[in-house]
């Protein structure tokens, strides 16, 4: 087994979905027999959010304890870090213990990129997930350190093929899928039959941050987030029985009037930052509703990236069917049945109905494909095999 450097963007932003697309490699790697080190660096000032008076600090305490506790709640035995490189202050070791740890770790995991420290060059081997296609190959993100890995995966699947408008950048990104850990997500499947009356009051819902880091001009062309994908579909609760419900999060002026337009098309809408403050809350929320209907990112569908989403899969792993905006990952994802991808209102009605039509059965298919296909057992694996043993003569690594 191996020693694995983690690094993420969990304690700089604590809240739930955040939190749980990374700790999802975290209690992976510790189920698969491999030791861990979760690491984390300031960024920049003021980087910390606190999701209960939502401010921002340099205070890591709040993000610190939200990682401790999940740590301590699935019995995962990890050390965690966090380093302030401003001040230089080291939280969870000390500089010598931990550059110690670097040195001897056998590969570092940088996911998203946002972490960056010059003492990654003391681990072996580094790696970079890209979580956020297009936007870190534009420079949004791990845009340090972009030419010291020696490999590269991207969750933009069809990244490198014709018909996907991500530029390379120059790098061989190979294609990987946001890991879950089935265990947390297990659920029995929803029935008309034991849930009664109630049925007919269980929403399709998603979590969304309205407008995140907002969009970017590439090459003279604009690629935005999903609020603009969820515009396009404004009129939907108007052509469909269901009910649909937004947990949305962003600027508060932003959210307060974007709810009112929403609430009067049919939608209902919940505020997202009260759900994601707390992980069982978040977690009761997606295993309480239907399934998951979302849009994805405008710049993910207007590359035809391939993208999938890491909330997505613990939709799936809970046998709740998703209804997603095709990114292209119907070139690689078998559709129609658990995962359904629609790309207009019309197709998105369709696919609705299709889920009601047969709902049992869409759960159990749900099910089936995040154990297939994104279970840590299966994705993990697959990327460690790649990176570790899988290297040329210069030290870069290649798919066999």
Not at 8 to 35: C, D, K, Q, S, T
Not at 158 to 170: A, E, H, L, T
Not at 365 to 378: D, G, H, L, M, P
Request: with cysteine; charged share 20%; aromatic share 12%.
């Amino acid at each position: 087994m191996a020693r694995i450097v983690v690094c993420g963007y969990m304690i700089r932003h604590p809240l739930a979905g955040n939190l749980l697309a990374f700790f999802h490699y975290v209690l992976g790697l510790h189920l698969l027999g491999h030791e861990v080190l979760y690491l984390e660096e300031s960024g920049w000032s003021e980087s910390c959010y606190n999701p209960i008076n939502r401010s921002y600090s340099d205070d890591p305490s709040v993000g610190i304890h939200a990682v401790e506790t999940l740590i301590n709640t699935y019995g995962v035995n990890a050390t965690v870090c966090y380093v302030n490189r401003d001040t230089g202050t080291v939280y969870g070791a000390d500089w010598q213990e931990l550059k110690r740890m670097l040195k001897t770790a056998d590969l570092l995991l940088n996911i998203g990129g946002v972490c960056w420290l010059p003492e990654f060059f003391l681990c072996k081997r580094r790696i970079l997930i890209d979580m956020d296609p297009f936007f870190t190959q534009t420079g949004t993100f791990a845009a340090e350190g972009r030419n010291d890995y020696h490999a590269y995966f991207s969750y933009g699947v069809n990244i490198g093929k014709p018909d996907c408008r991500i530029p390379s950048d120059g790098i061989e990104w190979l294609p990987t899928v946001p890991p879950v850990v089935p265990e947390i997500w297990q659920r029995p499947v929803l029935t008309p039959e034991d849930c009664g009356e109630k049925w007919v009051d269980i929403p399709l819902t998603t979590v969304a941050n309205w407008t995140a880091y907002g969009g970017i001009i590439y090459q003279g062309e604009h690629y935005g987030q999903k609020d603009e994908e969820f515009m396009r579909l404004l009129e939907l609760p108007s052509y469909c029985a269901q009910k649909l419900e937004l947990a949305l999060s962003g600027k508060d002026t932003e959210i307060a009037e974007i709810t009112k337009s929403l609430q009067t098309a049919g939608w209902l809408v919940r505020d997202g930052r009260v759900l994601s403050a707390n992980v069982s809350t978040y977690i009761n929320y997606l295993t309480s509703s239907r399934g998951e209907f979302s849009v994805a990112k405008n710049a993910y569908v207007k590359t035809r990236s391939g993208w999938f989403s890491d909330r997505s899969v613990c939709y799936l792993a809970a046998s709740r069917p998703v209804i997603l905006q095709d990114t292209g990952f119907s070139d690689w994802l078998p559709t129609g049945h658990g995962v359904l991808a629609f790309s207009c209102l019309e197709s998105a009605v369709d696919c609705i109905e299709r889920v009601n039509a047969d709902y049992p059965a869409q759960s159990l298919a749900a099910r089936e494909i995040a154990e297939q296909t994104f279970s840590y057992k299966v994705v993990l694996p697959r990327l460690l095999e790649t990176a570790i043993h899988a290297r040329d003569e210069s030290g870069r690594v290649q798919v066999r």
